[in-house]
């Protein structure tokens, strides 16, 4: 790699390595998952700016061309992260249906148990009790 592409690559990781820092400043990301970004970032830039380093993994796996290993390197790094996502969307998904079902099953006892009072739920001597602004409105959240 010719030293304009090492700067490159050093200047790229080390902007990404601050950005991930600036998203865990401003709360926009989890330290959970800035952990595995960080841990990405650190690692292109100590490969970027060991260019000896970076050639001798290079000849280890048998790649010709030293800069494409960081290219292989990173590619596999987001896919391993994208399988991470994706297994974590799909957990919040199933849980999202769960809550979402036993939310309607709680709405379907407050109904039967406010068709069960002797006015058939109108009460309005109770402080609130079977008004709609009590419980709130259908589609607010607590």
């Given at each position: 790699m010719s030293v304009p592409?090492?700067?490159v690559a050093v200047l790229?990781?080390?902007f990404f390595v601050l950005f991930v820092v600036e998203l865990v400043r401003r709360?926009?990301?989890r330290e959970q998952y800035s952990l595995l970004w960080l841990g990405l970032g650190l690692a292109m830039l100590v490969l970027s700016a060991s260019p000896r380093l970076l050639r001798t993994l290079a000849d280890w796996f048998g790649v010709y061309y030293a800069p494409s290993l960081l290219f292989l390197f990173s590619s596999f790094c987001?896919?391993?992260l994208l399988l991470h996502i994706t297994v974590a969307l799909s957990k919040l998904a199933d849980r999202v249906i769960r809550l979402t079902q036993e939310l309607a099953i709680a709405e379907h006892r407050i109904q039967e148990l406010e068709r069960r009072l002797p006015d058939g739920g109108t009460a309005r001597g109770?402080?609130?009790a079977g008004a709609p602004e009590a419980r709130g409105r259908e589609g607010d959240l607590p």
């Open positions: 592409i090492y700067l790229f990781s080390l709360g926009a990301l987001a896919f391993a109770r402080e609130g």
